[in-house]
């Protein structure tokens, strides 16, 4: 029989310290450890271990507690931060950008929810939005609460698509990510994500990104044994790849590949979507038009989770006659829709798009500036807009640079497939003056690492 009344009594006073904008020093040390005894015996342990990584002694346990300006966050214990990881690129137009908060708060108060069999209407206003502002003939619309689900539906859509041919053969690339449903962790490329889940979904090829020649010899080699290409699945940029930039030619040449072999271009804008990059869009830095792309992290306005699977209408009009062969209860629903329509507008009034352009360049020029003298630990500084990558020799070197970020109040990481790299990717909101203490904090760091690394010489 379960205790009711003992949940009664932690719930409620769970409740209690969400009702609270502040808290004491005794509140913060329960809610620190209650924080990391839940992650040790109900959510997983491995997760305070893989805090360990990041942070030096215990301080991963660090509990993030309530957002600070658009650009930063606090701690529990009252630690600021300037956030150079954005929730995994969520936070676009900032933390708790006051119009998005108020559009989902004013929603909230009409309908949270929809009952799923009436016409909801900001799922239509929203869609319509996207119809405008996507490139090209992209128009109808699926909406879901992920990036995963995103990529899902883009691969639903591309194999109804070419249902009447049976084809079923998807191209993706070394050092993707699209997620890790078995659909999306199909795309995925790190090994480790995939071996302990197969079979994965039966069709998928993977080729080197920014290699058109190995693309183009690989669709020429499905079609002559008769398992022609449904759809090539890309990420513009390779965010968790450790944003990997491929040729200026690339897409446009996947493009007329696909064009050539019949299949579908399915572009995974889930990272670089939302401004991240410099445009709206990654796509248009490229002058390429896909046939579906896949939006998510951002597009919520780092307030709800949402995504959107955007398509050409010869591409989406398959799921017109049955239109609940791809449905999701969530997906769509009035909060996320309200969140999304006020993402778009911020990004548009405030230009930020234009906005992660400039601070980008000024971004990584100070890196770059920062790293000269050590070349013998940094590979490389690269990006596009507000999506930028830190290169290092190996792996234990990001991990120590990031350590010291962390120590000094700037949270970064390092990236999933490609660990060696770690991710610069702020708010399109950051200040001049937090970007300068970004570079600062970088040069002091690997000036530390060059101390120690004489001292235990």
């Given amino acids: 029989m379960q205790n009711y009344n003992e949940v009664l009594k932690y719930t409620e006073q769970v409740l209690d310290i969400i009702e609270k904008a502040e808290v004491t020093k005794e509140e913060a040390a329960w809610i620190a450890k209650e924080t990391v005894d839940g992650f040790r015996e109900n959510v997983n342990p491995g997760f305070l271990e893989y805090r360990k990584s990041v942070t030096k002694d215990t301080q991963f346990a660090s509990v993030e507690w309530k957002d600070s300006g658009r650009n930063c966050f606090v701690d529990v214990h009252g630690k600021e931060y300037i956030d150079c990881l954005g929730g995994f690129g969520i936070y676009n137009v900032g933390h708790s950008h006051p119009k998005v908060v108020k559009a989902v708060t004013d929603q909230m108060a009409k309908q949270p929810l929809h009952s799923q ?37 883009a691969l639903k859509m591309a194999k109804i698509y070419h249902s009447e041919e049976g084809r079923s053969t998807f191209i993706a690339t070394t050092r993707a990510f699209h997620g890790k449903s078995l659909g999306a962790l199909s795309g995925t490329a790190k090994g480790v994500f995939r071996k302990p889940f197969m079979p994965l979904v039966n069709g998928f090829r993977h080729v080197a990104f920014g290699d058109i020649e190995m693309m183009r010899k690989t669709m020429a080699a499905c079609h002559m044994v008769g398992e022609d290409v449904a759809a090539v699945l890309l990420e513009p940029i390779q965010g968790e790849g450790g944003v990997i930039i491929p040729p200026d030619d690339y897409l446009k040449q996947v493009r007329e590949l696909c064009d050539e072999y019949g299949a579908l271009l399915i572009l995974d804008e889930v990272q670089t979507g939302m401004g991240r990059t410099g445009k709206m869009f990654c796509a248009e830095h490229y002058g390429v ?24 209408e010869k591409v989406f ?45 000024y971004l990584i020029a100070g890196l770059r500036d920062a790293m000269k003298g050590h070349e013998d630990k940094v590979l490389e500084i ?24 962390f120590d000094n109040g700037i949270l970064t990481a390092g990236t999933l497939i490609n660990a060696k790299t770690v991710r610069i990717e702020p708010p399109l909101t950051i200040e001049k003056e937090q970007c300068d203490k970004v570079c600062e904090t970088f040069a002091k760091v690997l000036k530390e690492m060059n101390k120690e690394a004489v001292v235990q010489g």
């Fill in 117 to 153: 069999d009436l016409l909801d209407p900001l799922r239509a206003m929203l869609a319509k939005t996207l119809g405008m502002l996507t490139p090209g003939d992209l128009k109808y619309c699926f909406f879901g609460n992920s990036g995963t689900e995103a990529v899902e539906a």
């Fill in 289 to 312: 038009v896909p046939d579906i792309i896949a939006l998510a992290k951002a597009f919520g306005g780092g307030v709800m989770p949402a995504s959107a699977t955007v398509a050409s």
């Fill in 317 to 361: 009009k398959h799921l017109f006659d049955n239109p609940f062969l791809h449905t999701t209860t969530f997906g769509g629903n009035p909060l996320a829709c309200a969140a999304a329509l006020a993402t778009i507008n911020v990004l548009i009034e405030e230009n930020l798009p234009q906005r992660a352009a400039e601070m980008g360049d």
């Fill in 382 to 405: 690269r990006g596009k807009g507000l999506l930028i990558g830190i290169e290092f020799v190996n792996d234990e070197i990001g991990y120590e640079v990031a350590k010291g970020f």
